[in-house]
Structures are given as structure tokens and as C-alpha cells.
């Protein structure tokens, strides 16, 4: 017969890798803009703001500046906005990976985490956008929508392109400001 004290300390074992195994935004790998494959592991631990982005959207102009100047403000220690191009909402990002970056950079400064170009919905929709729908309910109509991931890799909330950054940004501080004092706590 196994011992109660066993029996109970197996329970634990067995309870957190249960917990540990429920898939979260972090355990994804995507291919950066340059073409090289990345664990999504390297930004647990800090708050991001993942977004569908498109080049030649009505929304490009005032998003990349809006997401520049949260990366500015917040990131990157504690927080980063994480860009996706995608050319599935009016064939907006027509251009190769290397034009996308290069436009980024030139015309808005972006110092943010960039990844190659992706479907974001549909049957070809890539496992992380999967995981960001599925999780949040709301599933990408447009260029620009935005997932706020806490530092474990939950989805707090996501938002369509129309609401503008003013709302948002209250909530990535607030996330921001819990992961700063979690990380004094454990010190």
C-alpha cells in the first residue's frame, strides 16, 4: 500500500504537470522577420502586445507610431509589442519580409519584435493566433488587432483596430505595474 504522505506529494507532482501542460502563448515558436525560427519562451516573464500588422492599411500610420511609443515607454524589460504582418485583410501587406522591415524601421523607428508574414485566421491561421483567438474568443477581422498576453502567457483581452491606443495602454500599465511588483515580492 502506498503511504498517505506518497500518495499526497504524487498528487502534487501529477497537479503541476497538469497545470505547467495547458498550453499558453509562450510555448509557441514563429519565424522572425529575418527568417530565423524563435521560441516565444524568450518573452515569458514579460507583458506583450501582440499585432497583426499590415503596411498599407488606413490604420498603419497612427497604430505603428501608437504601438512605437508604447514600446518606448513601457518595453523592453517589462513589456514588448510583438508584430505579425498579415496580408489576409485586403491584401494590405503585399510586400516580402525584408520590405515590410526595412518600411518599419525607415518610416516609424520600430525597435519592437518583428515576425515574418503570417495568416492570422481561417484554416491556415498559424498555432499562436489559434491560441490568441481560441483564448480571447475574439477572432481578427482587420489589420491591427491587438492581444494583450500577461507574463505567463494568458490572454487578458484583445481589442479591433477602432479602439484607439488611450484605452488600451491603461491596461498594459496595469499589467505592467503587477508584473513590477511581483518581481519585488520575490526578491
Not at 144 to 171: C, N, Q, R, S
Request: glycine residues 4%.
Amino acid at each position: 500500500m502506498v503511504s498517505a504522505t506518497a500518495a499526497a506529494a504524487w498528487l502534487l507532482l501529477w497537479a503541476a504537470a497538469c497545470a505547467r501542460s495547458e498550453q499558453d502563448f509562450y510555448d509557441f515558436k514563429v519565424v522572425n522577420i529575418r527568417g530565423k525560427l524563435v521560441s516565444l519562451e524568450k518573452y515569458r516573464g514579460s507583458v506583450s502586445l501582440v499585432v497583426n500588422v499590415a503596411s498599407e492599411c488606413g490604420f498603419t500610420d497612427q497604430n505603428y507610431k501608437a504601438l512605437q511609443q508604447l514600446q518606448r515607454d513601457l518595453g523592453p524589460h517589462h513589456f514588448n509589442v510583438l508584430a505579425f504582418p498579415c496580408n489576409q485583410f485586403g491584401q494590405q501587406e503585399p510586400d516580402t519580409n525584408r520590405e515590410i522591415e526595412i518600411f518599419a524601421r525607415r518610416t516609424y523607428s520600430v525597435s519592437f519584435p518583428m515576425f515574418s508574414k503570417i495568416a492570422v485566421t481561417g484554416t491556415g491561421a498559424h498555432p499562436a493566433f489559434k491560441y490568441l483567438t481560441h483564448s480571447s474568443g475574439k477572432e481578427p477581422t482587420w489589420n491591427f488587432w491587438k492581444y494583450l498576453v500577461d507574463p505567463d502567457g494568458k490572454v487578458v483581452d484583445a481589442w479591433d483596430p477602432t479602439v484607439p491606443m488611450e484605452k488600451i495602454k491603461p491596461h498594459i500599465t496595469e499589467q505592467v505595474k503587477r508584473l513590477i511588483l511581483r518581481k519585488r515580492e520575490d526578491l
